[in-house]
């Protein structure tokens, strides 16, 4: 039986993946599993994750790592106490030497033993902070997934990996954007503060009304549109790489971890 996002925004981080795992849903998790931490995913073969794991440590406003996988075991057991990431994403792209290959719900049948998963810090995280300080969040009131788009923001290389930043918008009141930057920065393993505020031409978009992905959400007057760093660019990065296959979620479609939002760490605690 199919249950649809409402239906889970009070459910906790395990009943949302059990509802995922169990292919029950398929949709976006912006607002879901309020307080836990939400990520970004990539998996990759091992023999090029040290590159990858270089890049981000290079470029850790939009890749913030919070997890990583030992190789060819598909448990993230750092993240959570029963998370299998061939089911627990609601939605995976599996892109092929630099090519989007197949959007499934399931990734068991290509999952290998030199397979490496890195989960990254997603912005998703931070909103219900913003939230509970009375500060809109646009896509989530609209039940939308959140803009993104491509920027020309570049990154610092590492090995194969190179490229520019991908960014997610959403209209601040002018009045509240130096308390969103505030509260967002508390968050540095889910992008932190913002990385742009204003005019979209000086990152190099031409149109908010047209994202790279998500949702076109509406910017009302006396808001102004606020950027921040986003975990979709790896996903560019890793497909201009044309690695043999890599697999990451698909944009708005993350992992949720146990661990809280606000942690110390992201490692969750064993006792």
Known sequence: MSVKHADL???????????????????HTAGLASGKLQCNL????????????????RNPKPCPVVGVSDS?????????????????????????????ADEVTDISGV???????VALGCSFTFENALLRSGI??????????????????????????????????????E????????ISARFPQAHGAPIAVGDP?????????RPDWGDAVEIKPGE??????????????????????????SPGHMLIADVAEDAETTILPTN
């Not at 075991?73 to 989007?100: E, N």
């Not at 009045?175 to 505030?182: N, P, S």
């Not at 031409?201 to 009304?209: P, R, T």
Request: aromatic share 8%; charged share 20%.
């Open 201 to 209: 031409a000086m990152i190099g978009i031409a149109d908010l009304s």
């Open 111 to 117: 999952w290998a033993d030199d397979l490496v998963a």
């Open 175 to 182: 009045d509240q954007v130096a308390q969103a930057r505030e």
């Open 224 to 249: 102004v549109p606020v950027y921040w760093a986003c975990g979709v660019t790896p996903q560019n990065v890793l497909l201009d790489a044309g690695l043999p296959i890599c697999i990451t979620h």
């Open 136 to 173: 809109p969040v646009r896509h989530v009131e609209s039940g939308l997934n959140v803009p993104m788009f491509r920027s020309n923001i570049d990154l610092v290389p590492a090995g194969k990996f190179s490229g520019q930043m991908v960014v997610t918008m959403r209209p601040i009141p």
């Open 72 to 100: 060819g075991d598909p448990m993230l057991r750092t993240l959570g106490r029963d998370i299998d990431i061939r089911t627990d994403v609601p939605k995976y792209r599996i892109f092929r030497d630099g090519v989007l």
């Open 42 to 57: 990539a998996i990759i073969p091992e023999r090029f994750a040290l590159d990858f794991l270089r890049f981000c440590q």
């Open 9 to 27: 925004v009070a459910s906790s981080a395990a009943d949302v993946r059990a509802a995922i795992r169990s292919g029950s849903y398929a949709g």
